[in-house]
């Protein structure tokens, strides 16, 4: 079966045929290091808060979240709650039914895997992060809309480096060197069905193991994979397929047609182009 799909940009993607059952979406917003750089600054408490277009990157994250017609619930993980008081958007949103808050955890993987455990039964799941300042409703219906229409258990969203590059050419967006060209993250994954949690535990292990990346790398995807990358000829779709093969379950990829999918905010000067890019600069 194909482990990856592209999203046809002349398609409209507001609306892609909606689920009988939306998702829940985890926000990961907690900083990684303190200080932080971008919080620093831009003089908020934490980077996550930091102003994109005026508004607070995570407010522009929720917003396009529940814009798209696929979220039903929302866990936000992180930042420390008295943080958010300076948000009243994100204060009012925290008092529904439909949205909490957690507390940051000691990594992504740990985060996912806690509110994972909040919820009350197996569910599909989108994970994002709060720094994805230029994510938009079209971005996230797209990815679900073809992510769910596939026989996966799971999907992650890329987009092809040279788009980023060619659109933003100030941008230095980290990608993976791959044969057929590097490709980015964009910071957008899909838990589709309930073995996906395999693929979290696994990518818990490799947070634990990050002192020996080859070898937790190597062990993720196999050494085999490990020295065809290192040798330029690992395609995303073996990736994938390899991937599948070790973890027992499905894995696909969505390649996103949206330059600015691939662009979080990692640095001063991360932040910088994509408050240019919200005030249209």
Known sequence: MPVVTGIDPSRPQSDPGLPDDRMTAIILAGDRRRPDAVATAAGTPCKAMAPVGGRPMVARVTEALWASGWIDQSLLCGPPREMLQSSPALEDSLSTDCSSWLPEASSPAAGVLAGLDTLPRPQPVLITTGDHALLTAEMVSGFLGNAA?????????????????????????????????????????????????????????????????????????????????????????????????????????????????????????????????????
């Open 149 to 281: 229409q596939r026989p996966w258990d799971a999907a992650i969203a890329v987009v092809p480096r040279q788009l980023i590059t060619a659109c933003y050419p100030t941008a230095q967006p980290t990608g993976t060197r791959l044969q057929g060209g590097a490709v980015c993250g964009c910071n957008l994954f899909a838990l589709l069905s309930p073995r996906s949690r395999a693929l979290v535990e696994r990518w818990r292990h490799l947070e634990q193991h990050r002192k020996h990346p080859l070898r937790a790398v190597a062990g993720a995807i196999g050494m085999r994979s490990l020295i065809d990358y290192g040798m330029g000829r690992l395609t995303l779709a073996s990736a994938l397929e390899r991937l599948s093969n070790r973890l027992g379950l499905s894995v696909g990829a969505v390649v996103m047609p949206y330059a600015s999918a691939g662009l979080d905010v990692d640095s001063v000067a991360d932040w910088q182009l994509a408050s240019a890019i919200a005030e249209g600069g």
